[in-house]
């Protein structure tokens, strides 16, 4: 993925979706919580699983398709910011959306920097940028993970 060619046009095509699906997502956040302690401890606290799965499911899937649009596939934003910003403010999804959404854009915008600057007068993709940093922030984190 790359964010060459990327205007005003596209990013304003975009704003409907943002203004609809990210206080859609800002909603969620006490429900995912809930669903972070477990299914039935969820259940017994009144929450219906599957629907608020789905529901959550979908809000994600429609925030990633609007992000694919704007910038193409940036895949390793998506797997490293929440977990950056997880360890950066804990669990607490009222913390960790907006912390996550604020270091996924500066991963992205570094990474773009750093490829339109690296190899002038080449332009290195800024997925590949991206794939360079997460790919082995991820495998650590499947490594320390039990």
């Given at each position: 993925g790359t964010v060459y060619g990327a205007d005003s046009v596209r990013a304003v095509r975009?704003?409907?979706w943002a203004l609809v699906l990210l206080p859609a997502a800002w909603a969620l956040h006490r429900t995912l919580d809930i669903l972070?302690?477990?299914?039935?401890?969820?259940?017994?606290?009144?929450t219906r699983v599957n629907p608020a799965r789905l529901l959550a499911l979908g809000v994600g899937v429609a925030l990633?398709?609007?992000a694919v649009t704007g910038a193409g596939i940036l895949g390793f934003v998506g797997l490293l910011a929440p977990h950056v910003a997880r360890l950066l403010v804990g669990a607490r999804h009222a913390r960790a959306l907006p912390v996550s959404m604020l270091l996924g854009?500066?991963?992205?915008?570094?990474a773009d920097t750093?490829?339109?600057t690296l190899l002038p007068p080449l332009?290195?993709?800024a997925g590949l940028l991206t794939t360079l940093v997460g790919a082995p922030y991820f495998l650590y984190?499947?490594?320390k993970t039990p």
């Open positions: 975009l704003l409907p972070n302690l477990g299914e039935d401890l969820a259940t017994s606290l009144g990633a398709g609007a854009a500066a991963l992205v915008l570094a750093l490829g339109r332009e290195v993709p984190l499947l490594r």
